[in-house]
């Protein structure tokens, strides 16, 4: 085992200074992170009126009441399979994104590089550009190190219990707990959340950024594990860009490489060695073109210097990269300034640039896109959302649930009757009291008993269930009387509207 | 394993040697604060094994410097729920029972409260879902006949004094005589009687001993079963004439309860008579509003 010997056990971080960029996927990732970022600090605030019992917040995770409001929808507990299903839609929906496209959720709409853009965004407009940043991360901590540090440290504080400050207005009223916060009359559950968002949120988005995404998510592996020839990420055109250098030397070599090339290719048809192409199996990839001296990348590391992961993408395809598109603004933006054609970084799949290599046209992106792998994850991701709305327009706004009293199973009365007692739940989603008329149909000689009161109707507080003992007893000599069991429904209807929801049961004779 | 350090072609990063199939294994650093973060936990670990109870010692654990155990959480969740229904406990112990129904919060305490003590002190004898046990004699609690009245204010009185607990110098007495023990009827009197109290309840009888047991039945059982034998509450004579019975409506079993008639008991809960183990007023209570409500108040 000497070969450990000579390697670390651990290694510091290298810290990443990324530098400011202009490009169409820059905008793009604004434009993401305006998006996320309102959705998620301002959802809390929008007003939804569902009368006066129930709360008007648009989007409230009740937990004490055991309710969740999202706009027109309200789900119980027992309705949790929606959550289920949604979870199971964001799943295949992951899987077909990732085998269409690639990292593009780690890339554009991952909280951790949205709230990682938000840091490093802010951390430029105190402390400057990459340069700037990186001078200032040399040089002694002197006074004016301390101003800049401490106020980025301030704002990315006040960045933080904003985030966790929005958080908990998603778990309570947001207007009356905004103003609990500010007097100090909140719950102290409320404070700590906020506290530990806070915390986390500086601490992944302002210290650890990339380590998040390298050390600590599971999400790159699996990832990676979805990817195949087909999908199309970010890659570098290698057969165009190397070999690769800049400079005076460049001009040199570029002459040199006229009289090599002009000898070479009168004898070998001009190819250069088989180099194989980084992240896919040695031997795959073609030979790279022989060309005249240098390729279209000056090696000017723009790619590298923009780039919040720290890689470099010209060495392939790697677990880092989560392909945020950076790169292919900062080189684009450099090919142009050399009048070269842009693309020597792109979107594109792993196999193209092989063919691309041995000359041939790319395949097309429809193509790469329609394959029976995304198609099969495209139809069961349909499947489940089509079975989640369908689930979501059939569901009653009231309901019953029934539980037989198996202690004992029946009742002998004093006429000889023989009484069943149930434990029925009635459930009203209003938003306001209704009035509940509990039935029972299934055979003609039973009839319905509700404990405490003399009428059939009973009222359900709004946006609650009520439990209620009722009877059903069968006179003596009947056939469910002396019988073994006998199938018997439960009906109940809203006296308010009609609506009327059921539940099958079985009554208990002595006979069996 | 060669000693010189091996690295993988593409990346360049050192491996360890270790090779399966071709598959290597490299040889990447753990990031420095992975470390100290291991680190921290154990030394997060230190500190939690010294303030929380953790380390098994020969009769228990070591109870840790915060003195903090589940148990005593839950002593504290309890003293706090008593705390808080302080106040309807007090209601409760001088609540006009009859109008119990009128204060629904209130009513709801005495039934939630009232069946966790039925089941701690009732279901013993009258069964966990208060069916009672025929064969011994203990009433089912659920039907709509009661031996000595099912008004929720008949059923606290029966809790708090008993049925034939001398401890109670208010409880329910009565005393059917043994009339076959004590010679009053002779073998065929007793099973005429027997076949008339079979009628009278609808069951199937031999019409002539029947006949007989009608003059036998007003002679010696109607001044407590009434003459049409549907009893007193009053008195604790039961309804002979209905489908419900205490210890059984065959003949047999009716003739065995002629032959030597029925002392059933129960206890005098209430504190008075139970010194340490009785109920008190507001459990009382409370257990006379649960029975009330299963299903045979009157």
Not at chain 1, 142 to 150: E, F, G, P, S, V
Not at chain 1, 361 to 374: A, C, D, G, S
Not at chain 2, 151 to 178: C, F, K, L
Request: glycine content about 10%; some cysteine; overall charge negative.
């Amino acid at each position: 085992m000497s070969s450990t010997d000579s390697s670390p056990l651990y290694a510091a971080r290298e810290p990443i200074f990324p530098r400011r960029v202009n490009g169409s996927f820059r905008t793009f990732k604004w434009v993401i992170m305006a998006v996320t970022l309102g959705i998620y600090y301002l959802t809390p605030w929008i007003r939804w009126d569902r009368g006066p019992e129930l709360p008007d917040q648009a989007v409230l995770v009740d937990l004490a009441g055991r309710r969740f409001f999202f706009f027109w929808i309200e789900i119980w507990p027992h309705e949790f399979y929606f959550v289920a299903g949604l979870l199971i839609m964001a799943g295949l929906g992951l899987f077909l994104f990732t085998s269409a496209l690639g990292r593009v959720w780690c890339g554009y709409t991952c909280p951790q590089t949205v709230w990682t853009d938000l840091f490093i965004l802010t951390e430029r407009w105190i402390e400057g550009d990459r340069n700037a940043r990186v001078r200032l991360w040399k040089q002694k901590w002197d006074a004016r190190k301390w101003r800049l540090r401490i106020s980025k440290w301030i704002v990315w504080l006040l960045i933080g219990l904003a985030t966790g400050g929005a958080w908990v207005f998603y778990f309570t009223d947001a207007p009356t707990l905004a103003v609990d916060l500010v007097t100090l009359n909140a719950h102290p559950v409320a404070y700590t959340t906020m506290a530990i968002l806070t915390f986390t949120t500086v601490l992944f988005g302002g210290f650890a950024r990339e380590q998040v995404c390298i050390y600590m998510c599971p999400w790159p592996r699996i990832q990676a594990a979805m990817m195949d020839e087909d999908t199309i990420t970010i890659a570098y055109r290698e057969w165009r860009g190397e070999p690769r250098g800049k400079g005076k030397r460049r001009r040199e070599l570029a002459e040199q490489a006229e009289a090599v090339s002009y000898a070479a290719g009168a004898k070998h048809g001009g190819t250069s060695p088989k180099v194989p192409m980084p992240g896919m199996p040695s031997g795959v990839g073609g030979p790279i073109p022989a060309k005249e001296g240098y390729g279209d990348c000056i090696d000017c590391n723009a790619c590298v210097n923009v780039c919040p992961m720290g890689i470099d993408i010209r060495d392939g395809q790697q677990m880092a990269c989560i392909t945020c598109g950076l790169c292919i603004d900062a080189c684009n933006d450099v090919m142009d300034k050399i009048g070269k054609p842009r693309g020597l970084i792109g979107y594109m799949a792993l196999t193209d640039e092989l063919r691309e290599r041995e000359g041939q046209e790319p395949k097309p992106v429809i193509k790469h896109i329609l394959r029976p792998r995304t198609i099969l994850y495209t139809t069961l991701w349909s499947l489940v959302g089509i079975g989640l709305v369908v689930a979501l327009f059939m569901r009653s706004d009231i309901d019953v649930t029934v539980a037989p009293v198996r202690n004992p199973l029946y009742v002998t009365l004093s006429d000889g009757s023989i009484r069943n007692a149930y434990d029925v739940r009635l459930l009203n989603k209003h938003g306001e009291e209704r009035p509940f008329r509990v039935s029972v149909t299934g055979d003609p000689a039973v009839r319905i008993q509700v404990e405490g009161t003399p009428y059939e109707t009973v009222t359900v507080p709004a946006d609650e269930t009520r439990l209620q003992r009722v009877y059903v007893i069968a006179p003596p000599g009947s056939d469910p009387a002396q019988g073994g069991l006998t199938d018997i429904r439960f009906w109940v209807e809203d006296l308010i509207n009609g609506d009327r929801a059921y539940k099958d049961s079985t009554f208990s004779g002595v006979g069996q | 394993m060669s000693a010189e350090e091996k690295k993988d072609e593409t990346t360049g990063v050192g491996t360890t040697g270790h090779e399966w199939d071709g598959i290597e294994e490299w040889n990447n650093p753990l990031p420095r604060w992975w470390v100290y973060t291991f680190y921290a936990t154990v030394i997060w670990g230190i500190i939690y094994t010294i303030l929380f109870p953790a380390w098994p010692m020969v009769t228990r654990a070591t109870a840790g410097m915060l003195g903090f155990s589940t148990r005593g959480q839950v002593m504290a969740d309890i003293a706090a729920f008593e705390d808080k229904h302080a106040g309807l406990r007090e209601e409760l112990a001088v609540a006009d029972l009859n109008t119990l129904n009128e204060n629904p919060d209130l009513q709801n305490f005495a039934v939630q409260m009232g069946s966790s003590v039925f089941r701690n002190n009732c279901s013993q004898c009258h069964g966990s879902g208060a069916a009672g046990v025929q064969a011994s004699g203990y009433p089912n609690l659920l039907d709509d006949d009661w031996l000595w009245g099912g008004t929720i204010d008949d059923i606290a009185y029966t809790v708090t004094n008993g049925v034939r607990n001398e401890q109670s110098p208010d409880t329910h007495w009565s005393e059917m005589p043994a009339f076959g023990a004590d010679e009053i009827l002779s073998g065929e009197e007793i099973a005429q009687v027997v076949q008339y109290v079979r009628q009278i309840s609808g069951q199937e009888h031999d019409a002539e001993l029947a006949s007989a047991g009608a003059v036998l039945f007003a002679d010696q059982c109607s001044s407590c079963h009434m003459e049409d034998g549907t009893g007193d509450p009053a008195l604790g004579a039961p309804d002979l004439t209905d489908a419900i019975w205490l210890y059984g409506g065959d003949v047999a079993t009716l003739t065995e309860t002629v032959t030597y008639a029925r002392f059933g008991v129960m206890p005098a809960w209430s504190e008075e008579f139970r010194k340490g183990a009785g109920l008190s007023q507001t459990e009382i209570n409370a257990v006379a509003a649960y029975v009330h409500q299963l299903g045979g108040g009157e």
